[in-house]
Structures are given as structure tokens and as C-alpha cells.
């Protein structure tokens, strides 16, 4: 089946433009995450829904960052005022209910501020 | 916390040679430990996980991990490197959230002919 979609895969903006990272996660998966990757480094959490709801945000680096998932599928990570160290590639997985640790990745959007 | 460290950044092997690539995590309770991989441009993909069943874990394309709570060690091996596994792969320990994971550093892995 389909796994994880994001879109778009690269996003160029120049500093203080806002940008929307859009991701699908897999059909029937309550749960969704994003992480950041910075250039060299291993992802690092950002935050975390289960449907609809977002039970952790506490690796969202600034207030200038903010993710929805409205209706328990798709989700949007915002993020305002863009500043060049949000330079870096954008994750988003899912997993199902019962088995959270297991995560399956999508592809990424790699945003470069300028 | 969760931790873990990757012992190397670079790992070089030539094509039919073994690989090994290291990873030391730090847990105050049993963790659940996984290996990722990526490849440029591709998302991460789930090579193997250890979640408390059997100490040795078998993954797909030939990798396996020996979790040894002893060395607080999961290493990655494979018997003999093919050229597609040239990759970032990425040792990884869920956190204390019950969700997250906490990703090592990476090692990249360079295979050549």
C-alpha cells in the first residue's frame, strides 16, 4: 500500500516568508509525528498527534512553529517569520495505535532558508 | 534519558566483506532499540527492531543486531556488503515518552567495489 507522502520536497523561502510542509501519513495510522533533521545529524523530535489530538509539542523549537492534523489524517507543520536556522530537512512518520515505536517515514521536505 | 551513540561517523568496507557498524545506548529500563537506514534522498526505512523477545534480531537485506545488555551494545553486522547498502543508517532508542525515538548521529557506510 501507499506509505507516507510529503509535499513539497523542497522548499526554497527566503527569511521571513512563512511556509506549510503537508504530510499523508498511512491510511489508519492515529498516529503522527514530525521531526527536524539538521545537515549531518540524526532527526530530533518535534511533536506528536494521536488523531487529531497533539499530545506533545515539546520539541517544537519557537512559537514561530506550529503543526495541525484537523481531522485526524493529513497534517500541516507551519512555520512563521522563517529564520535561517530552520534550514533542514522535515520528517513526518506514522504508526498505528498498538505499536507506536514502530515508525514509517516519508520522504522529507528539505527547506533552505535564504 | 534515552541515549544512544553511534562509535563511528564513517564506516568503509569493500563489496563482500563484513560489515559492522556500532552503537552504545544508555537506558535507565530495558529499551526498545532499532535500526534505520537511509539513502540519499529516500526516507528512513526500518531495518530491524529489538523490543525484549530474542537478544538476536534478524532485519531484511542480511542485517542483523545482538542486543547485549551486559555492553549496553547493538551493534549492526552484515556477513558480506553489497554495493545498495551504501547508506546513512542510524541506531535508534525509544524515549522516555513512550513514543518518540532518540536517534544516534548516524554512520555513514561506504562500500566499494
Known amino acids: 500500500g501507499a506509505g507516507v507522502s510529503q509535499s513539497p520536497r523542497y522548499k526554497v523561502a527566503k527569511r521571513g516568508q512563512d511556509v506549510a510542509l503537508r504530510c499523508d501519513p498511512i491510511s489508519g495510522h492515529v498516529s503522527l509525528f514530525w521531526y527536524q533533521q539538521a545537515l549531518g545529524q540524526g532527526p530530533e523530535f518535534l511533536t506528536y498527534?494521536?488523531?487529531?489530538?497533539?499530545?506533545?509539542k515539546s520539541g517544537l523549537p519557537s512559537d514561530r512553529f506550529f503543526a495541525e492534523r484537523p481531522e485526524g489524517s493529513v497534517s500541516t507543520l507551519k512555520i512563521q517569520r522563517t529564520q535561517q536556522e530552520d534550514s533542514a530537512v522535515y520528517l513526518c512518520?506514522?504508526?498505528?495505535?498498538?505499536?507506536?515505536?514502530?515508525?514509517?517515514f516519508g520522504p522529507g521536505t528539505r527547506l533552505t532558508v535564504t | 534519558a534515552q541515549s544512544v551513540t553511534q562509535l563511528d561517523s564513517h564506516v568503509s568496507v569493500s563489496e563482500g566483506t563484513p560489515v559492522l557498524l556500532r552503537c552504545n545506548y544508555s537506558s535507565s529500563y530495558s529499551p526498545s532499540l532499532f535500526w534505520y537506514v537511509q539513502h540519499p534522498n529516500k526516507g528512513l526505512q526500518l531495518l530491524l527492531k529489538y523490543t525484549s523477545a530474542a537478544t538476536l534480531v534478524k532485519g531484511i537485506n542480511g542485517f542483523e543486531a545482538e542486543f547485549k545488555k551486559s555492553e549496553t551494545s547493538f551493534h549492526l553486522t552484515k556477513p558480506s556488503a553489497h554495493m545498495s547498502d551504501a547508506a546513512e543508517y542510524f541506531c535508534?532508542?525509544?524515549?522516555?515518552?513512550?513514543?518518540?525515538?532518540?536517534f544516534g548521529k548516524g554512520t555513514s557506510l561506504l562500500v566499494t567495489p
Open positions: 498527534f494521536q488523531n487529531e489530538a497533539q499530545l506533545d
Open positions: 535508534v532508542v525509544s524515549g522516555d515518552s513512550g513514543y518518540a525515538l532518540n
Open positions: 512518520a506514522s504508526s498505528s495505535r498498538n505499536l507506536p515505536y514502530e515508525q514509517y
